[in-house]
């Protein structure tokens, strides 16, 4: 292995850098203490304002800032367009914490659309407080994973094999098993993945790699933002083109179910931007997130440009080309009214994999209103396993299921777990899963029904 190689390793296995950015001295230590006591981190400076976050970065050169909101001298969304002008060497991922309430999440939205990667809501002392074990565990993870998705992007090229020496082939392994369901624990953590999509065959197994695709990097929520009230003009449904071979039905879905967690609000923004105003089904959405940050989540993806979206509302049918999100602490089902129209149904049901909303009652309730052939689940990332036994129906069913690959995944629970049961056509960022979506409707127009 060549030096250039042997530093690039031991930079990816050093313990990841963090900046705490909170007012409150007793919040900051607390968040160290949670922080440190994984050894693969290690936090490397404690500041209270964002004055001081931006005079102790050269120094400490965090990889990741963990940033609150309201803070005086200097507030995080005046720190937070600053710290992302650094220099590449210098720029941190920025986290935001905010508060568990509808200010805090409306202000959480507004930090995605400045360029923050994530949020953190800080739970109520009625719910444990910073003690809280799904609060930890969600830090845990969110702080590794985007540690882990940053050094890829900056990491250096690995230099051409030498003249005469084959290059090494890449592993096809699919990574550790999954750990135990649910929202907050027990995910396994992403590895390093090939970058282009892998079609699966029936055992799980890379068959074959997916035909070459138009590529785009990485979309941050931030950069161009637009004023509030404001929003892109609509992309149109494209011209009918050749889909990859294999992702088109026999029959074209009726509905695409799209599940996500640790990490979705980035993956469901770079996903909503791809997709067109005119896709010719409904898109229901599962983001596992409290109540009240599910209705700022829904109003920033109706901001980017692509399909219509809100929050799902009880007994509303169900329109080709609108997106609807399940509401925080509800479960969204769908169900075939009269006439064939498909109705959103509210349930306040027992939580599933620890999770309400979750993905595992949509995809069911979803094969029974179409006919499990008529639904295209998508998986994106998340920790735990929601939406496994959901698309082991659909698949059961002859529907199809995609899901996001490792590398761009914040945490690959699951769609990692999906992609192991041998559940996932195709494994591809979430960019390329837009087009899987697309490609599922090779007649433009057509509304599948």
Known sequence: M??????????LAAPVRVMLCDDSATVRGFLARVLQADPAIRVVARVGDGRAALAALPEARPEVVLLDLE???????????LLLRQPAELRPVVIVASALTQRGAAAAMAALRAGASDYLPKPSAAGGGLSDPVFRAELLEKVKGWARIRRRRTAPLAPPPQEGVPAGPRSAALGPAPGPAGCG???????????????????????????AMRRWGPVP???????EGTRPPRTQFPPSRDAAPGMVPAVAPRVVVVGASTGGPQA??????????????????????????????????????GPPAAEAREGEALQPGRLYLAPGDRHLLVEAGAEGVLRARLSDGPPENFCRPALDPLLRSAVAACGGARVLAVVLTGMGQDGLAGCR????AGGRVVAQDEASSV???????????????????????AERIVAAFPGRGSRGA
């Open 2 to 11: 060549s030096a250039a190689a042997t530093a690039g390793a031991a930079d």
């Open 71 to 81: 803070m005086p001298v200097m507030d995080g969304m005046t720190a937070l367009p």
């Open 185 to 211: 624990a027990g995910a396994a953590e992403g590895g390093a993945a090939a970058p282009d999509p892998v079609r699966l065959d029936a055992g799980g197994a890379p068959a074959s790699r997916a035909p």
């Open 221 to 227: 929520i931030g950069g161009r933002s637009l004023p």
């Open 268 to 305: 469901l923004a770079t996903l909503v931007r791809r997709l067109p105003a005119g896709l010719p089904v409904p898109l229901l959405v599962v983001q596992h997130m409290p109540a009240g940050f599910t209705t700022m989540l829904a109003d920033h993806l109706d901001r980017l440009g």
């Open 393 to 396: 129906a659909v698949a059961a």
């Open 411 to 433: 945490v690959w629970g699951m769609p990692g777990a999906v992609a192991r049961a041998g559940l996932a056509q195709a494994l591809a960022p979430p960019e390329l899963l």
